[in-house]
């Protein structure tokens, strides 16, 4: 009789993995990443919710305080209680100028916390990282690591934003074209249904292969805005379902999460304006404001957290990462 043969491999546990931080240093699955991502803003709240705060707050000071000392001062904004009492009022052009006012400020203000987003999700990288093998990260530490990238990052997103915009291009010039030259509207409204579908399949495509895993390859390794977009089509190959499920994913969570947080403040913003016709603009700039600070500091963190370490499992599985990892946190000597 021969002795029973060893179980296979697979059915025996794996031994527990080496964490320094907030991951194990091992390829890492759902529940790894989302621990670790909560873990990562928990442990630097500073730079990351911190950071994504003091960016949004003062993007959306503009147009706050442009409102306000509009709506105050009584130059203003409150044309549309009087469109309430009066359906036949008109504005005057010191009431047009200042609604144009207004809302070009919350445009700029919109504008530069994207732009202050962009450079958070830079710092993030540098946060994920330090996390990974134990450390720490102020809020100057992570602004600090930035250095030399941030320009290349602000390319980056520029780049990416232009690849989109010619994606949509393509999509919308059949349709354009067929509502021109035939006369029947179907097959323009046929092609521009098939052409939305493809641009949906095309766009989660690009910022899956593309973007997704560029801003942590440009900010953590030496490349350049190419460089980096090369990183992560390669970081990503024949990897797209897991890190699409798992962004995908991580987007449900923070916007169902930041969703909940915003609605009563709209509600608040919205009573007000109807209760108080006067303060309808400022009320209305204001829970614009005061809601995106909220999902700032929910979003911006969880999502950028998840990214990153959706980067550092690719290279762990790619490229046995954790070596270095190892070698950084002091647990191997090099």
């Not at 060893?6 to 993995?17: F, R, Y």
Request: hydrophobic fraction near 55%.
């Amino acid at each position: 009789m021969h002795p029973h043969p060893a179980q296979p491999t697979w059915t025996q546990p794996l031994p527990p993995a080496h964490k320094p931080g907030a991951i194990p240093l091992r390829p890492l699955g759902l529940g790894d990443i989302l621990d670790g991502a909560f873990r990562l803003v928990r442990f630097n709240p500073g730079a990351t919710v911190g950071a994504s705060v003091l960016v949004a707050a003062l993007a959306m000071a503009i147009p706050l305080g442009v409102s306000a000392a509009m709506t105050f001062s009584g130059d203003s904004l409150d044309w549309f209680g009087a469109t309430l009492e009066d359906p036949d009022y008109a504005p005057s052009n010191s009431e047009i100028l200042s609604i144009v006012a207004a809302v070009g400020s919350l445009v700029l203000g919109t504008i530069l916390q994207v732009i202050g987003a962009i450079l958070v999700a830079g710092m993030i990288s540098h946060v994920a990282h330090a996390a990974a093998i134990g450390r720490k990260l102020t809020l100057s530490q992570a602004w600090a690591a930035t250095h030399g990238n941030r320009w290349r990052l602000i390319g980056l997103a520029l780049l990416t934003t232009l690849v989109f915009i010619l994606v949509l291009a393509v999509a919308i010039t059949p349709v354009v074209v067929l509502a021109i030259f035939v006369d029947s509207p179907a097959p323009a409204i046929l092609v521009g249904i098939l052409m939305f579908l493809l641009l949906i399949v095309a766009s989660l495509f690009l910022t899956v292969r593309l973007y997704l895993l560029s801003v942590p390859s440009l900010m953590l390794e030496n490349t350049g805005v190419f460089g980096a977009i090369g990183r992560a089509w390669r970081l990503s190959a024949r990897q797209f379902w897991r890190l699409f499920g798992i962004w995908l994913l991580a987007s449900i969570i923070v916007g169902f999460v930041s969703q909940i947080v915003a609605f009563p403040i709209s509600m608040v913003a919205s009573v007000v304006g109807i209760v108080q016709p006067d303060l309808y603009f400022f009320a209305t700039i204001a829970g614009s404001a005061v809601s995106t600070v909220v999902a700032a500091a929910i979003v911006a963190p969880f999502s950028g957290a998840v990214t990153n370490l959706q980067y550092l499992d690719q290279r762990i599985r790619k490229e046995s990462y954790e070596v270095e990892l190892m070698e950084q946190a002091g647990l191997l000597s090099r």
